[in-house]
């Protein structure tokens, strides 16, 4: 091999099987890593990323997966050059964990719950260092304090469910350190975690790789990123590479389509866009099956892609005076929303968590007010106190002028018509048995919407079609689809019984970039075909300038600032609403530039 070069993937095919035929789900693809370098794996959902890192851990599901050509070049310390497709399993778990470790997606389901955290990692430890268990104990203590886990001590024995999503990352990227591997493969380690929290994971996975020489492997859907991590970067679509190269050139000058519609799509925040363009508007499959740019494509470049749609001051400017002429729509005034923490046999009550702490705001009708903070802000809690899914403990909630938290259940039923909520996510809120069509027509047939199932049948189907799906879906389960998909099946369901106002709350958070650039754009689109009033929550505050007239931003139950979208981006008042802002990724140029020339300085062997 290479000097320097760690792990050299040749012509890799990973296909799957299933009753429909073969899924190629890695196809031919090539590429090197080299020691103390991070490279960038970055595609949408189903393009193979994670199918490669599978691969490279030798954790293909069997029989359906099976590799059908290339190698995995290990330059192994203890083995030698090595080709990790071909060894026994022995072998691989030897690799597993001293030469190769892997930090999955999904860091709950990754950890068991039965097991504290400490015992987790020291397991990890003693399965490959002859080592004992106060030996291991001790390291374990120091690999959390290297990952910047507050309370090492206390969190060596507390159970996943005890910790943040934030926390429970930091453990698994222990447990991958535990044995100094000399590759880190990182897949998705930052999705649908809070841009400050995301920032933390990836400055700390900066540091450990400066610190420990090795090469690393971050996996992502994200090119925003991608560019504060990354040297080089490696862009797959359906289990191919369209293209690779130092991370500067990719950002600078893009050569495939998909790259251009990936760096286009992702909010700004520092310009008004009225609509984001997508990954469609550059890309499209000719005859030949080939991915090729869009002939007739209104944008030639991701740069007059923002031109295009950029919204001028003065119609920010006459928006804002006219939605302050109109009557508010929704008034909270004074609202509270408290819960006792009880503990003992008794379960008394030694505490309370004050989640909504004596908010109060106005929403004018037809405008989209974003609320923005970290997980724990009480966001949520404040949306469902609105709706009363979670009863306020004091307060008023006045929708056109009358105070709901004195309905009884009965006209609460009825009010149900008019506010609904687009919830986090879109699977565990349909019904895994019933179609999507019944999903649908369930909440006009409780409302009387319609005069019988057939209109109410004709309703769903322009529905789905008017969220950008196809009538022909009526009868199909929600396993059957994408999350994009579904999402739009839920606001579909939403959208059926005619709301005068919704509630989004993270509706987009877990999406690939590509995927939430066309919800949101269909949010917009919707807003201004039905004459909505949204509450958009998110704790993403590019997302939300886009999607937002104006903002108000949450942290421990209150609102520490609130004010028109641009006035909070300019100027904002608050240290939150700063360090929000700070966290976001922004992919600039120049950063990028300074950052490349900051690691060339310190090495030159990476072979570009």
């Not at 001790?138 to 507390?158: A, G, N, Q, S, Y």
């Not at 909070?568 to 990028?592: C, Q, R, V």
Request: aromatic share 6%.
């Amino acid at each position: 091999m290479k000097e320097n070069v760690i792990l050299d993937v040749k012509n890799l095919k990973t296909y799957f099987t299933n009753k429909r035929g073969v899924v190629k789900a890695v196809d031919d693809i090539s590429f090197t890593i080299h020691k103390g370098e991070t490279i960038g794996i970055v595609g949408e959902s189903g393009s193979g990323k994670s199918v490669t890192a599978l691969t490279m851990m030798g954790l293909l599901p069997k029989p359906q997966a099976s590799i059908e050509g290339g190698d995995i070049i290990l330059n192994s310390p203890g083995l030698g050059p090595v080709d990790v497709t071909k060894v026994d399993e022995k072998t691989m778990r030897k690799i597993r964990g001293e030469d190769i470790a892997m930090i999955f997606q999904e860091p709950m389901s990754s950890l068991n719950p039965v097991y504290t955290c400490g015992n987790q990692v020291m397991e990890a430890i003693m399965l490959h260092r002859n080592v004992s268990r106060k030996e291991a104990r001790v390291k374990t203590i120091d690999l959390f304090k290297k990952v910047k886990l507050p309370r090492p001590e206390k969190i060596f024995d507390t159970y996943p469910h005890q910790i943040s999503g934030g926390q429970k990352q930091r453990v698994m990227i222990a447990m991958a350190m535990s044995c100094d591997p000399r590759v880190l493969i990182a897949d998705e380690p930052t999705t649908a975690l809070d841009v400050t929290v995301q920032r933390s994971i990836v400055d700390l996975m900066k540091e450990l790789n400066e610190d420990n020489d090795m090469a690393t492997i971050f996996i992502t859907h994200d090119l925003g990123v991608i560019a504060d991590i990354a040297d080089k970067v490696v862009v797959m679509y359906q289990g191919k590479i369209v293209e690779q190269g130092p991370i500067f050139n990719i950002f600078n000058n893009p050569q495939h389509p998909y790259t251009k519609g990936l760096l286009a799509c992702r909010p700004r925040l520092d310009v008004k866009l009225r609509e984001l363009p997508t990954v469609s508007d550059f890309m499209e499959v000719n005859q030949e099956g080939e991915i090729v740019e869009k002939k007739d494509s209104k944008y030639k470049s991701a740069a007059l892609a923002v031109l295009s749609n950029l919204v001028s001051e003065d119609e920010v400017q006459e928006k804002q005076l006219k939605m302050l002429k109109d009557q508010p729509i929704i008034e909270v005034r004074n609202l509270k929303t408290y819960f006792p923490v009880r503990e003992g046999i008794f379960k008394k009550s030694k505490e309370v968590i004050k989640a909504v702490d004596d908010v109060s705001f106005k929403v004018f009708e037809g405008e989209t007010l974003g609320l923005v903070g970290e997980s724990g802000c009480g966001k949520t809690t404040l949306g469902r106190s609105m709706m009363r899914l979670i009863e306020p403990t004091e307060g008023e909630v006045l929708f056109f002028g009358k105070n709901i938290l004195d309905y009884n259940k009965k006209e609460m039923m009825q009010l149900r018509k008019d506010m609904q909520i687009i919830f986090q996510d879109p699977y565990s809120s349909l019904n895994p048995r019933q179609t999507i069509g019944d999903a649908i027509v369930e909440p006009m047939r409780f409302h009387r919407i319609g005069s019988s199932d057939k209109e109410r049948k004709s309703i769903a189907e322009n529905l789905l079609e008017e969220v950008g799906l196809s009538a022909d879906f009526y009868t199909r389960y929600p396993h059957e689809f994408s999350g994009g998909q579904r999402q739009r099946v839920v606001i579909a369901r939403a959208l059926a019984v005619d709301p005068k106002f919704i509630i989004c709350d993270e509706s987009v958070s877990a999406l690939d970039v590509s995927v939430q650039a066309q919800v949101l754009n269909l949010l917009n689109r919707l807003k201004e075909n039905h004459d909505f009033t949204y509450i958009f929550i998110s704790h993403d505050l590019s997302v939300v300038k886009f999607m937002a007239d104006r903002i108000m931003v949450m942290n421990e139950g209150k609102i520490v600032e609130a004010g028109f979208s641009e006035s909070i981006y300019d100027a904002p008042k608050s240290d939150y609403t700063i360090k929000l802002m700070n966290a976001i990724p922004h992919g600039n140029i120049e950063d990028i530039r300074k950052r490349t020339l900051q690691r060339k300085a310190k090495t030159d062997t990476y072979g570009y």
